[in-house]
């Protein structure tokens, strides 16, 4: 899957192949943005004085509504807290055309560079793509329209109708696709597009759109516009997701990567949460490994796991970008993955050139990691290592965050029938905090909160140390059987390494082992056996953590008990194993879309398959 060809005409107008159209109309692409789809939504005014605003179109192309949206968002003073941007588009174009076709409009081109930055990766499914602070959220659905629209769902603000014509793109035009379409409408919801087909304004009336032609842009006479408001009952197939119209009092339940991350996804939408932790300081669990690794899960068939991982990376990799220190925090290293059982196999059509950021390793890179150039291995390209604790100091800095430490959370009880209040208790029953809602993040201590919830402590073993001073260890982070990572910068000046890790079931025993030990030295050899020869004799420290897993080893994200008489306000959101960095901000984010009925940061299947409901 390569990136979509535009051909650029004399006059600078984009026009693609494919669809014998051109991209926008001759008068220019922001003109027709901000004429035909914002006034036509009446945007700006129409957002003034709303916690967020969502909008959907149909029709990427080559992103100027969407940064048009986004310009006008951060002009307006009366601006929503969250604007949501959910764009199908099946044939996904460059970055280079993406940065041309907003070279000519100066307010537009920063923001074009920014989209730029994370535009990759464009594998079919679901991106969500973060700007300005984690408040401005693009869902770039890439594949057809209809099962696109089948995966999300969520009642859209403004619509955007934004296909090449109706003649050379029919399936984006087609009653099913406006029926679907539709299904995102709430009483009010306005609708845009530049055509006035009768086709389209019959299948818009019949869907419960009241249209009404308005002036459109030279060349053409009339541009539409609607809003959603039928005549008769509208019956979902599944109920409307019930929003959180306004944001109170949270408190989470652990200081780990689960709660920062969960803590900083809902204080960006206006909560004030307080994070308690039975420890005196944030990643004082298994959070606090000295450095971990984000490397995706890759298969031949791209399974479920192989699909979450990837939208994890990215939920993650844009939270380091934004806050960390590349280099010294955390390193953009790409990550080599060896294949001892000799497989290498990725899903079809996945090559070196992309979309996909996963291929069989060459034997260049190999070499670089001073193994043999027919070594079974996968390169993983967006790949890192990161050091936990920055990352969960990060997100625990963020206005309306605040960290409680030396707060061992025993009880958490509703403060009365029909209240929304909770209360949190010590040990000695002496309250510690109360709040709207609960979240536990307490590893395989939210067990405590949830009896229901299979969550298996895995406890973990790994060596560390100082760098050496005459050794010489690979600069890239390798994985397999075991992981070594080296050159981490540390605060006591030093540059470590570390390796690892064991998994030893149902244990949460903090003692080290030396049968660990030894156990860590062999997967180490078998990794990579100059580093495990050079490494014999280094001084080298001994690091325990206790995981938490969940019966399937994915994790838990969801209300506790979401039929409770007065509605679900204990949530958890752990088991996220061995792949924290993989999987906190996304879960995160999701958790935070389900109380404010946003948009999913995944498609629903995938969403389901981390719900509490699931077990």
Known sequence: MT?????????????????????????????????????GCGLPQAW???????????????????????????????????????????????????????????????????????????LPGFHRLSFDEGRVLLTLCVGDVQPMLRAQRFEADSIFLDGFSPQQNPAMWSEDTLKAMSRFARQGTRVATWTIARA????????????????????????????????????????????????????????????????????RRGWQVTVLDAADWPASGASGLPVGMLAPHVSP??????????????????????????????????????????????????????PNESWPATPEQLAAVGLPGDAPALWHQRAAWVRP????????????????????????????????????????????????????????ESGAFAANLPLQPVRGQVAWGPMPADVNLPATPLNGDGHLVAHVPHDEGTPIWLAGATFDRDSTSLA???????????????????????????????????????GDRRPLVGAIAPDAPDGPGLWVCTALGSRGLSFAALCAELLAAQWHAEPLPLPATLAKALSTQRL
């Open 48 to 122: 003034a004085g709303q916690p967020q605003w969502l909008v959907l179109e149909t029709g990427f192309g080559l992103g100027l509504n969407f940064l048009t949206t986004w310009q006008a968002w951060r002009s307006d003073p009366g601006r929503p807290r969250m604007l949501h941007f959910v764009s199908v588009e099946a044939h996904p174009v460059s970055a280079a055309d993406l940065l041309r076709a907003a070279e000519a409009y100066p307010e537009l081109a920063p923001l074009a560079r920014d989209l730029a930055a994370q535009w990759h990766g464009l």
């Open 512 to 550: 080290p082992t030396q049968e660990d030990a030894d156990a860590n030295r062999e997967r180490l050899a078998r990794l990579h056996p100059a580093a495990a020869s050079a490494l014999e004799q280094a001084e080298a420290n001994t690091w325990v953590g206790i995981r938490c897993a969940s």
């Open 389 to 444: 604790h920055r990352l969960i100091a990060a997100w625990l800095r963020q206005p309306g965050v605040e960290f409680r430490g030396g707060c061992r959370v025993a009880r958490v009880v509703r403060v009365a029938q029909g209240s929304n209040g909770w209360q949190l208790l010590d040990p000695a029953g002496e309250l510690l905090a109360d709040a709207d809602r609960v979240v536990a993040c307490a590893g395989f």
């Open 301 to 354: 068939d791209d399974a479920l796991l192989s699909r979450l991982t990837r939208a994890g990376i990215r939920a993650t990799w844009g939270e380091l970008a934004r806050l960390l220190e590349e280099g010294h925090d955390w390193r953009a290293s790409g990550v080599l993955e060896r294949r001892p059982d000799g497989d290498v196999r990725v899903p079809a059509g996945w090559r070196s050139d992309g």
């Open 200 to 267: 389209i304004r019959d299948a818009l009336t019949q869907f419960g759109f009241a249209t009404e032609k308005d002036p459109g842009l030279p060349p053409k006479r009339d541009c539409l516009r609607g809003v959603f408001a039928p005549a008769w009952t509208v019956r979902r197939r599944e109920p409307v997701p019930q929003r959180v119209e306004t944001p109170g009092r949270c408190a989470v339940i652990g200081a780990g990567m689960a709660g920062a991350a969960v803590a900083a996804s809902l204080a």
């Open 3 to 39: 990136a979509e060809p535009v051909t650029w005409r004399a006059d600078g107008v984009p026009r693609s192949e494919r669809f014998d159209d051109i991209y926008h109309t001759e008068t220019g692409a922001l003109a027709q943005a901000r004429h035909v789809f914002l006034r």
